[in-house]
């Protein structure tokens, strides 16, 4: 598989550019990376969203893509196994005594809107770039592995629940806060991961990363890899890959976030092969983002060998201690519906495109003194998880 970002690192690193200025190299990788705008949006939270022609997106710089037809929605969606199933859900936010929460927005869509044929594309900065530790590795995450059961991943810390099997697709449901990173490039998510193999992911979610986004607002992200993140993938659309159809959605835009013991926003996740073009499809609340083509991949072309849906954060272990970087609300499990963070209303596709409820979750909480999973089964909820914590305490020193 060719490398992603070799588009990228063309700009700095083939004969013709190898005298290129460190300021040249900059500004040469951002005119690559922010394509030509119809419009541009200046949103509440800083970001300039830049509306892009649909055929202009970066996934068009992919080898493999170059002569790609771009599919506008999915032929087939997942169906369930039984409409009435209560455990699989119902694309509502409900909460724990079956009331509604909130839906979300993202904060952009307060001053301004993408026209039909374009998606939005949150710009590339120059500071942007020079807060990395390179411009090859702008976007991608650095020092990781695919999380596997029983296994350390560098300074990678977790608390996911997970399932093994054929699987097609996964849907759930997170409800969104802005946890406190203690480091700048530390970071703390709740995602879906789809794994193939040991080599592959497709991974959907929030994150607060200051590292990336020069902030810390949470925010809607998007990866992938298929080679355990040694070369290819990245964040959002910073690499070539994923095909964006949706002109409502920025990948990397900020959300409103829940608050301890009050409203809780929640964002609903599905992504699924669809069985004839095998494309992986992403879907948020009732938008249909875009895919992943199949042909970026091998172990995905075919199926998925795990899903796993929790909490990560990023442990430099400054001065010697363990990071006070919170996962989920910062708070543990115990704490409960408003105050710790969830994963509910879980669900996995079959071979027959076909969305059931996984009644038993294995998991995975490497410092369960520092963060926490507490998983059950629930009327409303389904199949569901309490995660997180708040780093460092007494008993995580």
């Given amino acids: 598989m060719m490398l992603l ?52 997106q970066p996934a068009f710089d992919h080898p493999l893509l170059k002569n790609h037809t771009i599919k506008m929605r999915p032929t087939y969606n997942p169906k369930r196994l039984n409409k009435n199933d209560i455990n699989v859900s119902s694309m509502m936010n409900t909460s724990k005594d079956g009331s509604s929460s909130s839906y979300v927005t993202q904060l952009w869509h307060t001053n301004g809107k993408c026209p039909k044929g374009t998606i939005p594309i949150r710009r590339t900065k120059k500071e942007d770039l020079l807060r990395g530790n390179s411009i090859e590795g702008f976007g991608k995450k650095k020092n990781v592995s695919i ?60 994150q607060v990363y200051p590292g990336l986004y020069g902030d810390t607002n949470t925010r809607l992200f998007i990866y992938w890899t298929n080679d355990d993140y ?46 004839k073009t095998e494309n992986w499809w992403l879907q948020l609340q009732n938008e249909i983002v875009g895919y992943w083509p199949s042909s970026l991949f091998s172990y995905l ?3 998925a060998s795990q899903i796993h ?8 272990g400054t001065g010697g201690h363990h990071t006070s970087t919170d996962m989920g609300s910062g708070l543990f499990p115990i704490e409960g519906y408003t105050k710790a ?57």
Avoid: M
Avoid at 148 to 175: M, V
Avoid at 309 to 316: I, M, Q, R
């Fill in 5 to 56: 970002l070799l588009s990228v690192t063309r700009y700095c690193c083939v004969d013709s550019n190898r005298f290129l200025s460190s300021e040249e190299k900059v500004e040469a990788a951002l005119k690559h990376l922010n394509k030509p705008p119809v419009k541009s949006i200046k949103s509440t939270d800083g970001d300039i969203i830049d509306c892009v022609h649909i055929s202009h």
């Fill in 147 to 206: 999380a596997q059961p029983n296994t350390i991943n560098s300074n990678h810390e977790y608390a996911i629940a997970y399932t093994n099997g054929e699987f097609y697709g996964t849907q759930a449901t997170l409800n969104l806060w802005n946890p406190y990173v203690q480091e700048s490039n530390e970071f703390s998510l709740a995602q879906i991961w789809i794994v193939g193999g040991s080599l592959e992911t497709i991974e959907v979610g929030w």
């Fill in 230 to 275: 040694q070369t290819t993938g990245c964040y959002n659309l910073k690499c070539s890959g994923f095909i964006q159809t949706n002109n409502r959605i920025a990948l990397g835009g900020s959300f409103s976030t829940s608050q301890i013991g009050g409203t809780q926003n929640a964002i609903t996740l599905l992504v699924w092969k669809e069985p």
């Fill in 301 to 303: 072309s075919v199926s």
């Fill in 309 to 316: 849906w929790g909490g990560e954060v990023v442990n430099l």
């Fill in 341 to 397: 963070s969830y994963i509910r209303n879980i669900g996995t596709v079959d071979a027959f495109n076909t969305l059931t409820t996984p009644t038993v979750l294995s998991v995975v909480h490497d410092q369960y003194n520092c963060y926490d999973i507490s998983t059950g089964i629930d009327a409303n909820w389904g199949s569901y998880f309490y995660f997180g914590g708040p780093g460092r305490n007494v008993n995580c020193p």
